[in-house]
């Protein structure tokens, strides 16, 4: 990013006054900037920060070229670091290769270690595809025993056209049942000690709370994403000229977020849902997900399904009463671990989900919970 960029950017977007104010940092891969570009935006930040105003930054990266004076330059600085690892290194490499087509994994466990021999506060984000999905406990573990304790969920879906996704995305019903698969290691041993996002972000819901996660509130438009050049887009999904609200160093960063552009953006969420999910029991929580997602067509051929829809249903359905549970007993200060212990006896066990049972007969209802026969939902 220029720097005239830089500084249009820092100066306008301080500029809203709010108590506090958080810096994001992905990209591609944010490292490849170089430790100088950040050094210039926190002396920025510093410089431009108004009275009263705390300002956090965070980085999303793979990690493969976090060394020591990375690590140091982060953890000094208060950097919150997401690392991308998808398990064990297998699981990891199976899609994360760099161009000679070796696996990263090695060079993310390096550079985890040494963020967390500085010091660093760090996040893994976990990106569930066709193959880690089948391996949720293992997944979880491999993050838990590496010492990381908040860990994001992101379900890897490509959308190729006709309402199909790529080969390496998730299969719908697998990332509910990877859900689950992680809930219950959860629940087991690490409530209070480890934390997962959306299982956070569903007990506050449960308590009445708003959600934190776009993809589950009911409206969207409040995550936009600056490009290097200047250009302000809706969101991060979409980065497509339909969706640019102009540039920042022509227009004012205040003006394009709140513009017509994006509010209709924002509302779109919700106003395009169809009417299966209008009538859904789980929509309190999902909210249809992310609309990039909505790829699928219901039962009655109406097109804006969510492509994850069957693994949403069999999340909400089986969780919803664990996740209630927890929520209604931290609510009256019982401790965390009691919460979960309560939480774990609501939870079904495997073999009622559909895990491991034989497979469903073809006009048999499906094992997901979304009330079709099995030949029309996930046997399809």
């Not at 199909?164 to 809930?183: I, K, M, Y």
């Not at 671990?337 to 073999?351: D, H, I, K, Y």
Request: glycine share 10%; charged share 20%; hydrophobic share 35%.
């Amino acid at each position: 990013m220029p720097d005239e960029v830089l500084v249009a950017f820092t100066e306008q977007y301080l500029a809203q006054q709010a108590p506090a104010v958080g810096f994001v940092w992905q990209g591609g891969e944010p490292t490849l900037a170089g430790i100088g570009f950040y050094r210039r935006a926190f002396e920025l930040q510093e410089r431009l920060r108004p009275p009263g105003t705390s300002v956090s930054n965070a980085l999303q990266t793979n990690g493969v070229l976090i060394d020591r004076e990375w690590a140091q330059f982060l953890a000094e600085r208060g950097f919150l670091v997401g690392i991308s690892i998808d398990g064990p290194q297998e699981l990891h490499d199976a899609y994360r290769r760099d161009a000679s087509g070796s696996g990263s994994w090695g060079r993310a466990v390096a550079g985890l270690r040494e963020l967390q021999r500085a010091g660093a506060e760090v996040n893994a984000l976990v990106v569930v595809n066709r193959l880690n999905a089948k391996e949720p406990r293992r997944v979880y573990r491999a993050l838990r025993d590496a010492g990381i304790a908040h860990m994001q969920l992101i379900p890897c879906v490509e959308p190729v056209g006709d309402g199909r996704a790529s080969e390496r995305s998730v299969q719908p019903v697998d990332w509910g049942r990877f859900l689950l698969g992680v809930l219950e290691e959860w629940l087991s041993r690490d409530v209070g000690r480890a934390f997962v996002q959306l299982f956070e972000v569903m007990l506050a819901m449960r308590q009445g709370a708003p959600s934190t996660l776009c993809v589950h509130a009911r409206t969207c438009g409040r995550a936009l994403v600056l490009e290097h050049n200047g250009d302000l887009f809706s969101c991060d999904h979409f980065v497509s000229p339909q969706h640019r609200l102009g540039n920042i160093t022509q227009a004012s960063l205040a003006e394009m977020v709140d513009s017509a552009q994006q509010r209709v953006f924002g509302e779109a969420k919700h106003a395009t849902l169809p009417h299966q999910c209008r009538e859904c029991e789980a929509l309190p929580w999902c909210r249809g997900e992310c609309p990039r997602n909505r790829i699928s067509t219901t039962d009655d051929g109406e097109p804006g399904l969510n492509y994850l829809c069957t693994g949403y249903r069999l999340f909400f359905r089986e969780a919803g009463p664990v996740l209630q549970a927890m929520a209604d007993r931290l609510a009256q200060g019982v401790p965390p671990a009691e919460a979960a212990r309560v939480g774990a006896e609501t939870l079904s066990p495997p073999q009622v989900r559909g895990a491991g049972s034989p497979r469903p007969g073809r006009n048999d209802p499906c094992p997901c919970g979304s009330g079709r026969k099995y030949k029309r939902c996930c046997g399809a």
